[in-house]
């Protein structure tokens, strides 16, 4: 069984900063892609980031040069720092991984539960 477990999500004013992290934890033999998504009310989820296992990253426009996302191999972490805050960044933020369960096969999409962000204006 995989779990991502999402931390460090809050109330903040416009302007200030949020660190989200992930972390994966089970059955994992390795992980591909990690990336953030979000979902504000009446939106669909949308890709904020994502890095490859080689550090590779992928912002989308709407956050590149506000966020930065970073990982640990060895933690199997994964984070997510966000500057500048807006109050459109208010939404729901998920973390995600592909995650291999053994050394052979295919990986498969996991998901964290999700944690509220929310940037008063």
């Known amino acids: 069984q995989v779990q991502l477990v999402e931390s460090g999500g809050g109330l903040v004013q416009s302007g200030g900063s949020l660190r989200l992290s992930c972390a994966a934890s089970?059955?994992?033999?390795?992980?591909?892609?990690m990336g953030w998504h979000r979902q504000a009310p009446g939106n669909e989820r949308e890709l904020v980031a994502s890095?490859?296992?080689?550090?590779?990253?992928y912002y989308a426009d709407s956050v590149k040069g506000q966020f930065t996302i970073s990982r640990d191999n060895a933690k199997k972490t994964c984070d997510l720092q966000m500057n500048s805050l807006k109050p459109e960044d208010t939404a729901v933020y998920y973390c995600?991984?592909?995650?291999?369960?053994?050394?052979?096969?295919?990986?498969?999409?996991?998901w964290g539960q999700g944690t509220q962000v929310t940037v008063s204006s």
């Open positions: 995600n991984a592909y995650i291999m369960t053994t050394p052979w096969g295919a990986s498969a999409p996991y």
């Open positions: 890095i490859s296992s080689d550090d590779t990253t």
């Open positions: 089970g059955r994992i033999s390795s992980i591909n892609v």
